[in-house]
């Protein structure tokens, strides 16, 4: 059974970091991509970051050039490093591997909090 563990999150004022961490178990199948994703109450999940397994990444506008995703290849682990935060990240964040075509496998969420 596929089981995606993520770490980090917080309470974060503005303008400052958070590193959110991910890690994907029981799996033996390749994972094509890996990502993070965010909700908000009331609103869909939007993808925030993407990374292919051979490390092309993909930013939603509203990060962009204030997230960056990393892979660990080999290890299925991916980190989400977000500097100048601001209060629209305020977020539950989503890890989740894509086996295949399909984003199947999704950890629990973490709450991110950007608040003064």
């Known amino acids: 059974q596929v089981r995606v563990v993520e770490s980090g999150g917080g309470l974060v004022q503005p303008g400052g970091s958070l590193r959110l961490s991910c890690a994907v178990h029981?799996?033996?199948?390749?994972?094509?991509?890996m990502g993070w994703f965010r909700q908000t109450p009331g609103s869909q999940r939007e993808l925030v970051a993407a990374?292919?397994?051979?490390?092309?990444?993909n930013y939603a506008d509203s990060v962009k050039g204030r997230f960056t995703i990393s892979k660990y290849n080999g290890d299925n682990i991916v980190d989400l490093t977000m500097n100048n935060l601001k209060t629209d990240d305020t977020a539950v964040y989503y890890c989740?591997?894509?086996?295949?075509?399909?984003?199947?496998?999704w950890g629990q969420g973490t709450q991110v909090t950007v608040s003064s």
């Open positions: 989740a591997a894509k086996i295949g075509n399909i984003w199947g496998s």
């Open positions: 029981g799996t033996s199948l390749p994972i094509n991509d």
């Open positions: 990374i292919t397994d051979s490390g092309a990444t």
